[in-house]
Structure formats: structure tokens, C-alpha cells
């Protein structure tokens, strides 16, 4: 499997391609002949930069959306524009919920910035992932993933449209069974990062964890719940940690600190072949 990464808050050192940067994520995944784009960003910064890379909205299989959030699904619109046929999206449920979030006294609109049905007339098929579903005889989607450990408590500051808390159920992650074990592709993991890593052994069966890709949203995180995850992590000994978007560049020099070599900043333009 071939994971590059098509947009993030930062362009990888050295890059050759005039790529552009924002806060978001987008991930185009390369397995068995197939190319499947996991989030899109917030504007048509990842369909610019997904050209860059030789690769066309038509040329998919799909999109994956990891969860109901602007900076993540705010691109589908200039990829669906130009796809010229109707792909499947796949998404958990409550992904199109009104949320927002809340600091200082100050709300603010952070969900999906467009309507369903306009994304529907577009050619979005929006397919529903309420449990693992595979993609391929190695890949999965996670769903909505098992919440188990106790560190790894909900996010504060989100609220839904009533301000009751919001915890992101509709989070999702992908997950591959490779020959090196358990690879977990992340948009922010706001399930908590060891409960996905957790959850995607459960699944897959793998029996070792051989790395994570993605967002971590740990720059946000407490100081202990952050230890505790970085803690947890170390002992699941992966063989990669490439971390971006959401895990701040605090919680990058440490997860560089820790490991090392291992440590792969997973900004624009990085792949990496599991």
C-alpha cells in the first residue's frame, strides 16, 4: 500500500512541487490497482495539489470522509465538480450534525460547510459505515470506533447545534493488514489514538502494530492525557510514526524525541509504502 500525502497545515523540506498548504487533511491511498482519497481538506487546495501529483478526481474509487468537520470535507466540492461521474463516499453516521466550537464564549461554525443534497447533485453516493466495512482483502474502514481506554477523554470546547457536548462519534480511521502488521491512517483521531490502534488490531487481526499516519489532535490534549498516549504508544513498539495536522509541532519534537528515526513529519508530498 502507497500513502501521499495530498494536503496538510505544511509542505514537506525540499519539496520540488509548488503545493499549497492549510489547515486539513488529505490523504490519497494506493492499494491493489486502486486509489481511494481520504478527506479533502477545507477549500480546492488538495484538488490543486492532487493535479500536481498526476492524479484526477475520476481516477478514484472514492472518497473516505474521516470525520464531519470543515477542514476535512470542505474540498469535496472541487473534486466532486471534476470527477465527471458519481463516486461512492463513504461516512459514519452524524457526519452532517450541526456542530461548532466554543471558546472564550465565542461559537463558531466547524461541520460540514455544505448540504448534503447539493453534494448528492454533485455525484456524492454517500455510502454509510456504522461498522468495519472492507474495502480490499488488506484495507478496512474502521466505522465508529470503540472507545476503551480512560485517558483518552472527549475533546472539550465542541458542542452540537442544542450545546450539548459534542465527541465526534462519526470519527473514522482506515486500517491495513500488511505483511509487517497493523498500519492505522488517521484523519484526527478523535476517538483517541490507542483506542483506534486498539480497535484496529481487534479488527484486522493483525497481532503488532507497524505504524500510524495521520492526525493525532494531541497539541490540544492535556498534559497527562498526552503522556499517557505517548506512553501507550511506545509500548505498541510501531516500526513508523508519521504524524501531521492536528498533533502540533509540541507534540512532534517529542514524538521525535521518542522515536527517532521512526519519526516521519507527514507533511504535503510525504509517502510512505507499507
Not at 98 to 110: A, K, N
Not at 226 to 236: H, I, N
Amino acid at each position: 500500500m502507497k500513502i501521499t500525502v495530498v494536503l496538510d497545515n505544511c509542505i514537506a523540506f525540499g519539496s520540488k512541487k509548488s503545493f499549497r498548504a492549510e489547515h486539513g487533511l488529505s490523504l490519497l491511498i494506493q492499494h491493489a490497482g486502486l486509489r481511494w482519497l481520504m478527506d479533502a481538506g477545507q477549500t480546492d487546495s488538495a484538488f490543486y495539489n492532487l493535479g500536481l501529483l498526476g492524479v484526477t478526481p475520476g481516477q478514484l474509487e472514492g472518497f473516505i470522509v474521516s470525520h464531519g468537520h470543515y477542514d476535512h470535507t470542505g474540498g469535496l466540492v472541487a473534486m466532486l465538480a471534476q470527477a465527471g461521474k458519481t463516486l461512492p463516499v463513504y461516512m459514519a453516521p452524524g457526519i452532517f450534525m450541526r456542530r461548532y466550537s466554543r471558546s472564550g464564549g465565542v461559537q463558531r461554525y466547524i461541520g460540514v460547510p455544505y448540504a448534503r443534497e447539493m453534494l448528492e447533485s454533485m455525484g456524492a453516493d454517500f455510502c454509510l459505515v456504522d461498522q468495519p466495512r472492507q474495502l480490499t482483502e488488506k484495507l478496512w474502514i474502521s466505522g465508529p470506533v470503540l472507545r476503551q481506554t480512560s485517558f483518552e477523554t472527549p475533546d472539550t470546547g465542541f458542542v452540537d447545534e442544542t450545546g450539548a457536548e459534542d465527541i465526534v462519534t462519526d470519527d473514522m480511521s482506515l486500517f491495513y493488514a500488511g505483511e509487517n502488521g497493523l498500519t492505522v491512517i488517521t484523519g484526527c483521531a478523535h476517538s483517541g489514538l490507542i483506542n483506534i490502534i486498539k480497535y484496529g488490531l481487534a479488527v484486522t487481526g493483525c497481532k503488532q502494530l507497524h505504524g500510524i499516519i495521520g492526525g493525532t489532535h494531541l497539541g490540544s490534549a492535556s498534559p497527562e492525557r498526552q503522556d499517557a498516549t505517548l506512553d501507550a504508544l511506545a509500548s505498541f513498539a510501531p516500526n513508523f510514526v508519521a504524524a501531521n495536522h492536528c498533533t502540533g509541532f509540541a507534540m512532534m519534537t517529542r514524538l521525535q524525541a521518542m522515536f527517532g528515526e521512526k519519526f516521519v513529519p507527514a507533511f504535503i508530498g510525504t509517502v510512505l509504502e507499507c
